[in-house]
């Protein structure tokens, strides 16, 4: 059984939703390599597996605050 600790859940969203969207920020901070499989276990487990502590990661090595962001900026460099 995987524990969750889910700092931003809201009673009346579905922790399977919450969950997925865990997973896919944290497949995006691996494929563009922002941040190593050891390092967000490490702080999944020093903070808790949370899209927080996947906004942490990507605030400090990128200076943005969420994925939301990222994907603007992204899409933004490639709309020419």
């Not at 922002?34 to 990128?62: H, K, M, P, Q, W």
């Amino acid at each position: 059984m995987r524990v969750v600790y889910i700092s931003s859940y809201k009673p009346h969203q579905n922790p399977q939703i919450i969950m997925d969207k865990i997973d896919e920020y944290y497949d995006y901070l691996v494929d563009y390599n922002v941040a190593t499989e050891d390092e967000i276990c490490l702080l999944f487990n020093i903070n808790g597996r949370s899209i927080d502590t996947l906004n942490s990661i990507l605030y400090a090595r990128t200076g943005l605050r969420s994925l939301e962001q990222w994907r603007k900026i992204e899409l933004n460099e490639y709309e020419y």
